[in-house]
């Protein structure tokens, strides 16, 4: 635990500026769409505000195929979970978030040089 909390540590150290512009798009994102600021043009929804914060993962945080994969199999099973319980509407945007993740996965995969 000792270990994971050290990597944690000296991650968040390296990427101390990413995570901050990360998070102030992710929550100027949020407030333009309540304010429905670009409505007439762009529908500025939580499906696009999802699929920037994917590409703004890969852009500050270094994420790369392995997380992005990570993140479509958790919603695969979250949508899997959700349909079990009958609670279609969510299994449905979870499944969006799915493939959203996954593309980008692929994407990440293709363009990759290992």
Do not use: C
Not at 80 to 106: E, H, M, N, T
């Amino acid at each position: 635990m000792e270990k994971t909390v050290k990597s944690v540590k000296l991650w968040a150290g390296r990427h101390l500026a990413g995570l901050f512009v990360f998070n102030v798009s992710i929550l100027v994102m949020v407030l333009l769409s309540t304010a429905q600021y670009f409505k007439p043009f762009f529908y500025l929804g939580i499906n696009s505000i999802f699929f920037f914060s994917l590409l703004f993962a890969v852009l500050f945080l270094g994420a790369r195929t392995k997380a992005m994969l990570t993140i479509a199999i958790i919603f695969l099973a979250l949508t899997a979970f959700l349909k079990v319980v009958k609670i279609d509407v969510w299994a449905d945007r979870a499944s969006i978030y799915f493939y959203q993740a996954f593309f980008i996965g692929l994407l990440l995969l293709l363009i990759s040089k290992d």
